[in-house]
């Protein structure tokens, strides 16, 4: 082969490479685009003081606490744990809201503490996500929020009254009312011996019976009656033996059946068929 050939083909060959490393390098660029703009669309931007998603909640858990009467330390503990199982349940962008029981038929209930469940460490992405970063803001953005808020209402509180079918219309309104209409998940847990007690012309356990076919005949229900938007509903029961009328017991059959008529007639659904859970 003449030199002239040999130098031809040399030219060829290193035009041929260039091509392809240009070629290369337009496919590896245009990944990389492809690669920051899918993170980008993925990416979900989080509210820096509750930690949720700016475009809304994807499920939204309202938790209402009764502090009438002291909460026994036996049954703070099963609080406790019951509230870690919610957490750590809690799939990514679940909102809590928690409320104390307060109010009347008229007023809104603001909550205590709104926070969203954010990423768990073991759920970052390590390609281009920093797992550690994810963990420190799951605990003390959550974890350790969620946990001193539940120590603050545990403390040892007395109040004369016990607005519980109040609390639990405002409670829902104020929760679930924004997002009715995206469809997401909704529940309600409340943490209550559930005896209702108003002053008249309030409706009040003490005075009369756990009856709510009675209650709902009454002109009173019309404006106390909750709307709780499909939600399911349970209720850690603490049990009460001095709530008494008459010499009697409050807490009985008849009160459980009280309130699952009440929430049926409300639009809520109990949780795993079965709504109390007496502690």
């Known amino acids: 082969m003449s030199r002239r050939s040999r130098r031809k ?24 685009i492809g690669f920051y703009w899918w993170v980008k669309k993925t990416t979900v931007i989080l509210d820096e003081v509750t930690n949720c998603p700016q475009a809304g909640p994807r499920a939204v858990h ?34 809590f809201d928690i409320y104390t029981v307060e109010g009347d038929a008229k007023n809104v209930l603001t909550p205590v503490l709104t926070i969203c469940s954010p990423n768990r460490p073991e759920e970052a992405n390590v390609i281009y996500e920093n797992p550690e970063l994810i963990e420190k803001r799951y605990e003390q953005r959550f974890v350790a929020v969620l946990e001193k808020t539940i120590d603050d209402l545990l403390r040892e509180s007395t109040r004369d009254t016990s607005p519980i079918i109040e609390s639990m219309k405002a409670a829902a309104i104020a929760s ?31 005075r009369s019976e756990s009856d709510f076919q009675q209650l709902a005949r009454s002109p009173a229900w019309r ?19 001095d709530a008494q009328r008459a010499g009697r017991q409050i807490q009985n059959l008849g009160h459980e059946a009280f309130w699952e008529q009440l929430i049926s007639a409300s639009n809520g659904r109990f949780v795993k ?5 007496p502690i």
């Not at 036996?74 to 744990?81: A, F, K, M, S, V």
């Not at 469809?183 to 108003?198: A, E, G, L, N, Y």
């Open 9 to 32: 083909r040399m030219k060829s060959i290193d035009v041929g490479t260039g091509i392809l490393l240009a070629i290369t390098g337009l496919v590896i660029i245009s990944l990389l």
């Open 62 to 95: 309202a938790i209402i606490f009764d502090r009438t009467d002291p909460i026994t330390p036996l049954q703070g503990q099963r609080i406790r744990q019951r509230m870690k199982e919610f957490r750590e349940g809690a799939p990514f962008g679940t909102r």
């Open 176 to 206: 679930f009312g924004p997002s009715e209409q995206r469809k997401i998940p909704f529940r309600m847990t409340i943490i209550s011996d559930m005896v209702q007690h108003m002053p008249p012309p309030g409706y009040s356990q003490f």
């Open 223 to 241: 404006s106390l009656q909750p709307n709780l938007f499909g939600a399911e509903v349970d209720i850690l029961y603490l049990l009460r033996p």
């Open 273 to 277: 068929g079965s709504v109390f859970e």
